[in-house]
């Protein structure tokens, strides 16, 4: 059991420098200034930080719709950030309470740096694609280019490089790509930088979540190649974290909260030409197109595997199924990163989700609403993963 205690001087340098030397944060003085400055929340009130992605969507629409219990969610609008490892370093610092994070990056967070993150459910399913520049018509046309990723720990990197095996290429970092070798450099990118990036050439294609992908089609300066849901059915791209020591400390508190979230989730499903409106109106900077675009995508059988996956689809759904979890960690294990993985040598598969996991608030929320029928799961809460990168 990680210290639910606030964080320590030691701690906090540990976690930032890890953080900074997985995707890169910030300069040694802000770097020193997280490790100094006590930034604990002590207002009574849960403060929201977020990426400007859909992923984010159900705690940006739960605040739009004012779900959040008054008092225990600050009525402020949720912070922006432009990047996951600004996201997650605002976390640990306790400069924010709630965020939506990879889920990858959650390990890496508990496992690596010792934080003490602990995840209440999923935020969506899906949600993420591989999109490439015009002239680039088949996968093994990345052969000698670059591909960005949002950071190192995330299902995308996870699911591009099962995607690039399978096809007979080899991902490749801080090494120049070859043509003659079938290798793929990777190169870590904010998802803001990846359009500018493809439009100018730089990149031969970037891997992250919408609506940046549907933004590059509405510009025409690239192409969905192939979504990720394509790849691995189904899975969690961000899950839903808050700190070990408020499950404790409060969880009352936390049950309102992943009460407003599974209700905004139900209300994104229920009108997403709705949901894409209020995200567009002051939470998301991309234009309202792309953004509806993204919710609402038609069936795409032009390069679809499984169509029946309806891997186009975004979903929003909580439940965290530990099949996934495992299989993640699994996954894990087989992924080129630019950084520390002696941490995964120490993680059994069967026995992360327990520890990571803490699914007692949203088993809770589902009976409060229309029970598993209404978000589209299971009545028994299973699940057997589908990974086909072919």
Same mark, same amino acid.
């Given at each position: 059991?990680?210290?639910?205690?606030?964080?320590?001087?030691?701690?906090?340098?540990?976690?930032?420098?890890?953080?900074?030397?997985?995707?890169?944060?910030? +300069?040694?003085?802000?770097? /020193?200034?997280?490790?100094?400055?006590?930034?604990?929340?002590?207002? +009574?009130?849960?403060?929201?930080?977020?990426?400007?992605?859909?992923?984010?969507?159900?705690?940006? %629409?739960?605040?739009?719709?004012?779900?959040?219990?008054?008092?225990?969610?600050?009525?402020?609008?949720? =912070?922006?950030?432009?990047?996951?490892?600004?996201?997650?370093? /605002?976390?640990?610092?306790?400069?924010?309470? =709630?965020?939506?994070?990879?889920?990858?990056?959650?390990?890496?967070?508990?496992?690596?740096?010792?934080?003490?993150?602990?995840?209440?459910?999923?935020?969506?399913?899906?949600?993420?694609?591989?999109?490439?520049?015009?002239?680039?018509?088949?996968?093994?046309?990345?052969?000698?280019?670059?591909?960005?990723?949002?950071?190192?720990?995330?299902?995308?990197?996870? /699911?591009?490089?099962?995607?690039?095996?399978?096809?007979?290429?080899?991902? %490749?970092?801080?090494?120049?790509?070859?043509?003659?070798?079938?290798? =793929?450099?990777?190169?870590?990118?904010?998802?803001?930088?990846?359009?500018? /990036?493809?439009?100018? +050439?730089?990149?031969?294609?970037?891997?992250?979540?919408?609506?940046?992908?549907?933004?590059?089609?509405?510009?025409?300066? +690239?192409?969905?190649?192939?979504?990720?849901?394509?790849?691995?059915?189904?899975?969690?791209?961000?899950?839903?974290?808050?700190?070990?020591?408020?499950?404790?400390?409060?969880?009352?508190? @936390?049950?309102?909260?992943?009460?407003?979230? %599974?209700?905004?989730?139900?209300?994104?499903?229920?009108?997403?030409?709705?949901?894409?409106?209020?995200?567009?109106?002051?939470?998301?900077?991309?234009?309202?197109?792309?953004?509806?675009?993204?919710?609402?995508?038609?069936?795409?059988?032009?390069?679809? @595997?499984?169509?029946?996956?309806?891997?186009?689809?975004?979903?929003?759904?909580?439940?965290?199924?530990?099949?996934?979890?495992?299989?993640?960690?699994?996954?894990?294990?087989?992924?080129?990163?630019?950084?520390?993985?002696?941490?995964?040598?120490?993680?059994?598969?069967?026995?992360?989700?327990?520890?990571?996991?803490?699914?007692?608030?949203?088993?809770?929320?589902?009976?409060? %609403?229309?029970?598993?029928?209404?978000?589209?799961?299971?009545?028994?809460?299973?699940?057997?993963?589908?990974?086909?990168?072919?």
């Amino acid at each position: 059991m990680t210290d639910p205690g606030l964080f320590s001087r030691r701690t906090l340098m540990r976690g930032a420098l890890g953080l900074a030397a997985a995707g890169g944060i910030a +300069g040694t003085i802000d770097l /020193a200034r997280t490790a100094t400055t006590d930034r604990a929340n002590r207002t +009574g009130q849960l403060r929201i930080g977020y990426l400007p992605i859909t992923d984010a969507a159900p705690l940006l %629409v739960a605040h739009g719709s004012s779900l959040y219990p008054s008092g225990v969610v600050d009525s402020a609008k949720p =912070v922006l950030f432009r990047s996951w490892a600004s996201l997650a370093e /605002a976390f640990i610092s306790r400069r924010v309470d =709630v965020v939506h994070l990879l889920m990858p990056m959650a390990v890496q967070l508990r496992y690596s740096l010792g934080s003490s993150v602990r995840i209440l459910g999923w935020n969506h399913t899906n949600g993420s694609a591989l999109t490439v520049a015009p002239h680039i018509t088949d996968l093994s046309d990345l052969a000698g280019q670059t591909v960005a990723i949002p950071f190192w720990w995330s299902i995308h990197n996870i /699911a591009l490089q099962q995607l690039l095996r399978a096809h007979g290429l080899t991902p %490749v970092v801080r090494e120049a790509p070859s043509k003659s070798a079938r290798t =793929v450099g990777l190169v870590v990118m904010g998802p803001s930088d990846m359009i500018p /990036a493809l439009a100018n +050439g730089s990149i031969a294609a970037f891997t992250v979540a919408d609506p940046f992908n549907a933004a590059a089609e509405v510009r025409g300066v +690239g192409r969905i190649h192939r979504f990720l849901g394509d790849v691995w059915r189904d899975h969690a791209c961000c899950a839903l974290l808050v700190h070990e020591d408020l499950i404790e400390r409060d969880p009352v508190a @936390v049950q309102s909260l992943t009460d407003s979230v %599974v209700s905004a989730q139900l209300q994104i499903g229920a009108d997403r030409q709705a949901a894409a409106a209020m995200l567009s109106a002051g939470y998301l900077p991309q234009p309202l197109p792309a953004i509806t675009k993204a919710l609402t995508y038609p069936d795409r059988e032009a390069g679809t @595997v499984h169509p029946q996956w309806q891997p186009q689809r975004i979903g929003y759904q909580p439940f965290p199924f530990p099949t996934f979890t495992a299989a993640l960690i699994e996954a894990m294990h087989d992924t080129v990163v630019d950084g520390d993985t002696r941490f995964l040598s120490r993680l059994d598969p069967a026995t992360v989700h327990d520890d990571l996991v803490d699914d007692r608030f949203v088993r809770t929320s589902l009976t409060r %609403v229309d029970g598993t029928d209404a978000l589209g799961l299971p009545a028994d809460l299973t699940r057997t993963e589908e990974v086909d990168p072919s």
